[in-house]
């Protein structure tokens, strides 16, 4: 056995893999860091937004809001008098070492939810998923982005099940930095695929109900974060004046254009010209309207520890809401009583902002 040859290679293909990666990163957020301030009034806000193009909370107050700052915005908050704390000191040595983690996963050939993953390697996971699981999971496409790739799913339903059964969704990745929604999606489906069968609770499930996953909605905003601006949020859509991208998830029809969305094109949360303006809400809105059984519907984001319920337009109740925060609570108590992490739940609207750093 030729020892030498079977170690250096590998890591020297990693090394090369992820010089590549490296010099592709046109975008670099040397010396910015994530601070947590103290937003006291609507015009603390307003400064803020002056300050900093990237909010990563949600909610712009009054209370604790988190920003990436720049050097210079750094410079103009120390100015500012503002109270605030510094969450992440460096978020270029942050994107690094994800990086290197990324790079040593495939030089290690780590299992496949050990490290972050490319759009190709989701979409030859479908396909494996498939593969492995006859009779049990198909693969899906349910229709084209903007520039042409695949918003690809996984449908579990046991063979021979009735026609009309109800349906389940989980779909991940509309904002394409939030590289744990595709990751989570596909945990869920991968143990729901070895656990039918085996795990009586998700045998159980899996003879009730259809359940679909799609990882990534926003395939072309993905592949944008991991080969050119890490922080991208939106999809890739060339807007009038040169900007790029509509935020897919304030592209929705319903109440398209309230508050929390903006009508500026290069702003991060620009909700598009139209209600469904882009071929990603299109898609996964086609789809969900002919699940004509489906009961159920989570979207996947990251930062934060939330579970939240409709509505996020309004602060009225949801015609349902008991029910809905009622399931948001048995939630977020699972997730407690597995890994003792406290998540937060109620509506978007009103689940208090101290811990809403939202969708
Ligand atoms: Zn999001």
Avoid at 328 to 335: F, K
Wanted: glycine share 8%; charged share 20%; with cysteine.
């Amino acid at each position: 056995m030729n020892r030498p040859t079977r170690h250096v290679l590998p890591a020297l293909f990693a090394a090369l893999f992820a010089s590549a990666l490296c010099a592709a990163q046109a975008v670099r957020y040397d010396g910015h860091r994530v601070v947590r301030v103290e937003v006291r009034d609507a015009a603390d806000a307003a400064l803020m937004e002056t300050i900093s193009p990237d909010m990563w909370s949600h909610h712009a107050g009054p209370g604790p809001v988190d920003y990436r700052v720049s050097p210079e915005g750094l410079a103009a908050l120390d100015a500012s008098g503002l109270a605030y704390v510094t969450l992440i000191p460096d978020v270029q040595a942050r994107i690094d070492q994800e990086r290197e983690a990324v790079a040593l996963a495939g030089e290690r050939g780590f299992g496949f939810f050990d490290a972050y993953r490319t759009y190709a390697e989701f979409d030859a996971w479908a396909n494996a998923l498939a593969a492995a699981h006859p009779g049990l999971v198909s693969r899906f496409d349910a229709g084209l982005s903007l520039q042409g790739r695949s918003i690809f799913g996984v449908r579990l339903r046991p063979a021979g099940a009735p026609a009309d059964r109800p349906s389940v969704l989980f779909n991940g990745c509309q904002h394409a930095r939030e590289w744990i929604s595709p990751m989570t999606v596909a945990f869920i489906a991968d143990s729901f695929a070895s656990g039918y069968g085996v795990d009586p609770r998700i045998t159980a499930i899996l003879d009730e109900l259809d359940v679909d996953f799609i990882p990534i909605v926003n395939p072309d905003g993905y592949v944008h974060s991991w080969t050119s601006e890490r922080l991208w949020r939106k999809n890739r859509r060339p807007n009038p004046g040169g900007s790029f991208g509509v935020d897919i998830n304030r592209n929705w029809g319903y109440e398209w254009g309230g508050p929390g969305s903006s009508g500026t094109p290069s702003n991060d949360t620009y909700r598009g010209p139209a209600p469904f303006s882009e071929p990603e809400t299109q898609v996964l809105s086609q789809y969900i309207a002919s699940q004509t059984g489906l009961r159920a519907h989570i979207d996947f984001h990251s930062y934060s520890q939330l579970v939240l319920a409709p509505w996020g337009w309004t602060t009225a109740p949801a015609p349902d809401a008991p029910a809905l925060n009622g399931l948001a609570d048995a939630m977020a108590d699972a997730i407690f009583g597995v890994h003792q992490e406290v998540y937060v739940a109620g509506p978007i609207s009103t689940t208090p902002y101290l811990a809403v750093l939202t969708p």
